[in-house]
């Protein structure tokens, strides 16, 4: 990977998956309510009826790519989805980054089966980051992609705001969730002399890599 690059946050394809369930909570482990008074929070539970979908998303310089709906989380269905799905994705990508680009992904267990690996091997030649290299990334660390620090959480207040009770009505809030995290980060990045930005807009604009990530993929 080239050492020193300041522009080389543009042309890294930030991916992840993420479970939303007919609440439109995603990773609720991570839901955390801060407060100096008891604010009294709650949490749904125990529906009779419960659903959910697995997302997958990218994030390449101020592009959203995604959501597309993935059937599980195992290592088949995620190397048909890069096989098939994928390069459809990337037709959204201008040429002159694609040719350039760095595909990323965590250490999750279906990301790292030998057919995924190859996969990348000959997408994306000593470009992808992730576990088995050529670039590694780091072990525990979703402070460093903007989908765990800005993009999941954006998404999922705009999901939860309106309670659904089919699946479809689920898929239906996640598309127009992703519709308007895009347009609000197009235009955010559009103005960028908006002297106080609301938290959203300024996330739409700071959610590419942070910088301790390029130091530590780099020396591996």
Not at 45 to 58: H, M
Not at 99 to 125: A, W
Not at 180 to 190: D, F, G, K, L, V
Request: net charge positive.
């Amino acid at each position: 990977m080239a050492q020193g690059s300041r522009q080389l946050h543009r042309y890294i394809l930030v991916t992840d998956e993420a479970q939303f369930n007919r609440d439109g909570i995603n990773n609720t482990h991570s839901s955390q309510v801060w407060a100096d008074e008891n604010p009294h929070a709650t949490v749904e539970s125990n529906f009779q009826l419960r659903f959910c979908v697995n997302v997958w998303c990218a994030v390449l310089d101020d592009q959203l790519l995604g959501p597309f709906i993935l059937e599980g989380l195992i290592g088949e269905a995620y190397f048909r989805f890069l096989q098939e799905e994928l390069p459809r994705l990337l037709e959204d990508v201008p040429l002159n980054k694609r040719g350039r680009m760095y595909f990323q992904h965590d250490r999750d267990p279906p990301h790292s089966s030998r057919e995924v690996r190859i996969f990348l091997n000959c997408l994306f030649p000593g470009r992808w980051i992730g576990r088995g290299r050529p670039h590694n990334w780091p072990a525990w660390s979703p402070d460093l992609s903007p989908l765990d620090y800005c993009v999941w959480g954006w998404m999922k207040e705009l999901v939860r705001s309106v309670k659904v009770v089919t699946r479809d009505a689920l898929l239906g809030r996640i598309l127009d969730a992703a519709d308007r995290i895009r347009t609000s980060a197009e235009a955010a990045t559009s103005n960028s002399r908006i002297s106080q930005p609301n938290d959203r807009l300024s996330c739409g604009r700071r959610w590419h890599f942070r910088k301790p990530a390029l130091a530590q993929i780099n020396s591996n």
